[in-house]
């Protein structure tokens, strides 16, 4: 099968040194792939060197059979990638319908807008929340908001950037489930994480940068149970 996302050998560097180093990632269609690691292994920099806020050094990215390595941010979208940033950026004076509105007038029919931001709203669990300001939701509302902001888009492949970062337990347990079910209705995830609890609730796969480079991939099972992984994430010895 075709992989939905290839990343072949993908580098960045600034100056002399490097953020990124020879990455190589698939993930597949119908995935939830969870990208995790520790402080300052380089997550986020591959995030923005795949959705194309940062140019690779090296390497290359081929998203739904077409190169996208050179391609501005934009045109991604276009091609079917949606993005949720970690930190919330809805338009907080605005109602919540409103804002979902605003996400979906350029990609829905404007007889149906109606319609999907009400299907949107219910699978978001914001129903009763559609006409307050954005602003006074809850962290973890506006994080659920943001992300049907982004499946306004239609994507085939969304990727979320530590959508728990500040939510608290059962806030991140509902994130997930809301991920799940995304998911089982045939988008699929790119997901960069820290929380394993979350991870272990969400991930189909994983993959584990360290220092910038991959250092483990498998099931959740498999790398919870590799004392390596442990090492790097807590400092716990492991025999050579």
């Excluded at 006074?136 to 492949?157: D, R, T, Y």
């Amino acid at each position: 099968m075709t992989p939905l996302l290839q990343i072949t050998g993908a580098s960045k560097h600034f100056g002399g040194l490097f953020a990124v180093e020879d990455v190589t990632l698939t993930v597949h269609t119908g995935e939830i792939h969870c990208l995790i690691g520790p402080n300052g292994a380089g997550k986020s920099t591959l995030f923005k060197v795949i959705v194309g806020t940062y140019p690779p050094s090296a390497g290359r990215i081929v998203f739904r059979g077409t190169d996208i390595t050179e391609a501005k941010p934009f045109a991604r979208v276009i091609r079917g990638m949606s993005i949720k940033l970690q930190a919330p950026s809805v338009f907080k004076t605005l109602p919540v319908r409103q804002n979902l509105h605003i996400a979906l007038q350029d990609h829905v029919a404007r007889a149906a807008i109606r319609a999907e931001e009400d299907r949107l709203l219910g699978i978001l669990g914001l129903a009763a929340e559609a006409e307050r300001p954005a602003g006074l939701l809850s962290h973890g509302q506006q994080q659920w908001l943001e992300i049907g902001m982004a499946l306004a888009l239609c994507p085939v492949l969304l990727l979320l950037d530590e959508p728990t970062a500040g939510l608290s337990p059962e806030e991140t347990f509902r994130t997930g489930e809301l991920i799940k079910r995304l998911n089982a209705g045939g988008t699929t995830m790119l997901v960069v994480e820290h929380d394993m609890a979350f991870v272990r609730q969400i991930a189909t796969s994983v993959t584990v940068l360290h220092l910038g480079k991959i250092f483990a991939h498998g099931s959740i099972d498999e790398i919870t149970a590799d004392p390596r992984v442990a090492e790097i994430y807590l400092g716990t010895p492991h025999a050579a």
